[in-house]
C-alpha cells in the first residue's frame, strides 16, 4: 500500500481465520467487539508498526478473534471503529464534551450504558448549554467510558 498497511499479508490472516474463502464473503463474517488504545506500540495483522488504536474483531461463524489497527478496521474491513475512537480523543480533550452517535450506541451495545445512560446520552449529544446536573452526568459518563478503554480489550461489561 506505500504508507505500511499490507493488505496482502491482511487478506491471507483474515482468510485463514474465516469460514469463507473469497475475501468479500469472508470479511463479512467479522464485526468489532472490543477497542482499546495500547500502553505500548503494537502490529497490525498487515504488518504496520506502530498502531496504538486497537480493535478486536470476532468471526461469528468460526467464534475466532482477532485484533488489528484501526485503519485496518475501517480501510480494509468497512467497520467504523474510526468514529468511536474519535469520540474517545474528544472527550479526553475536554471532559464536557459530547460523545458521538457511534460511540453512544458501541458502548450500549457493549453493556458499558445501561439504558438511561444511553437515552441521556443521545438526548443531550447536540446540546451545548446543559443544566449543572446534566453536565454533572455527561461528566460521568464518559469518566466511565475512559475508564473502560483503559482496561485492554475492552469487549463490554459482564
Not at 24 to 36: D, F, M, Q, T, Y
Not at 127 to 138: G, H
Request: proline share 2%; with cysteine; charged share 30%.
Amino acid at each position: 500500500m506505500g504508507d505500511g498497511y499490507n493488505f496482502k499479508q491482511l487478506k491471507e490472516r483474515i482468510l485463514a481465520l474465516s469460514t469463507a474463502q473469497d475475501w468479500e464473503v469472508a470479511r463479512k463474517e467479522w464485526s468489532l467487539v472490543g477497542i482499546h488504545e495500547a500502553d505500548e506500540p503494537d502490529t497490525c495483522l498487515c504488518g504496520h508498526f506502530p498502531i496504538i488504536e486497537i480493535c478486536e474483531i470476532s468471526n461469528r461463524t468460526t467464534g475466532r478473534r482477532t485484533e488489528v489497527g484501526n485503519q485496518c478496521v475501517k480501510r480494509f474491513l468497512g467497520l467504523r471503529s474510526d468514529l468511536v475512537f474519535t469520540a474517545i480523543k474528544r472527550i479526553r480533550k475536554d471532559i464536557n464534551k459530547s460523545l458521538n452517535a457511534d460511540a453512544i450506541v458501541f458502548f450500549y451495545e457493549r453493556g458499558l450504558l445501561n439504558n438511561w445512560e444511553y437515552n441521556f446520552s443521545q438526548d443531550t449529544q447536540s446540546k451545548r448549554n446543559l443544566s449543572p446536573a446534566q453536565l454533572k452526568t455527561r461528566v460521568a459518563i464518559n469518566e466511565k467510558v475512559l475508564a473502560a478503554i483503559k482496561r485492554r480489550g475492552f469487549q463490554g461489561v459482564d
